[in-house]
C-alpha cells in the first residue's frame, strides 16, 4: 500500500470482464420462479479483480482475461446447480490456487444481476 495523501492509503487493482456462455438450473427456485428449476443458457458476465503491488502490474490484463477464459473451458459451460455465487466462489479459489491475490470476483446474467465474493487480501 502507498500513501496518496497524509492518513489515506491507496490500493490498486487491475480487473478483466468476459462474456461467456453456459447452462444452469436453479432446482429449489420458488414457485414464482419455477421456470429456473430446468436447465437454461445465459450469457454470464464473468469479473475478477486482483491487487496489484506496483504501477507496472504484476499481471498483465490479458493475461488476467486468459486465466479466466482458461478456466471457463472452450464454449458453453455447465454449471449444474450452481448459483452466481457459487461459480464466483470457484473462480476466486482457482485463481488463488495460480498465486494471484484475488480481491473480488463477480458473475452475473448479462443484463440481469449476479453475485460477488469478495476476498481477503493481505497488502
Known amino acids: 500500500m502507498t500513501d496518496a495523501l497524509p492518513g489515506r492509503a491507496v490500493r490498486s487493482s487491475v480487473w478483466v470482464e468476459e462474456r461467456l456462455p453456459g447452462y444452469h438450473r436453479y432446482p429449489a427456485a420458488p414457485p414464482a420462479r419455477s421456470h429456473l428449476a430446468s436447465r437454461h443458457r445465459h450469457v454470464f458476465r464473468v469479473r475478477a479483480d486482483v491487487l496489484v503491488r506496483h504501477d507496472d502490474r504484476d ?21 449444474g446447480s450452481a448459483s452466481c455465487e457459487a461459480v464466483a466462489r ?3 479459489d482457482y485463481l488463488t490456487g495460480r498465486g494471484l491475490p484475488v480481491l473480488e470476483t463477480a458473475v452475473a446474467v448479462v443484463d440481469e444481476g449476479g453475485a460477488r465474493v469478495t476476498w481477503s487480501v493481505a497488502d
Not at 490479458?62 to 471457463?72: I, T, V
Open 90 to 92: 470457484e473462480l476466486g
Open 59 to 79: 499481471i498483465e490484463f490479458m493475461d488476467l482475461a486468459e486465466e479466466l477464459r482458461q478456466w471457463w473451458g472452450a464454449g458453453e459451460r455447465e454449471l
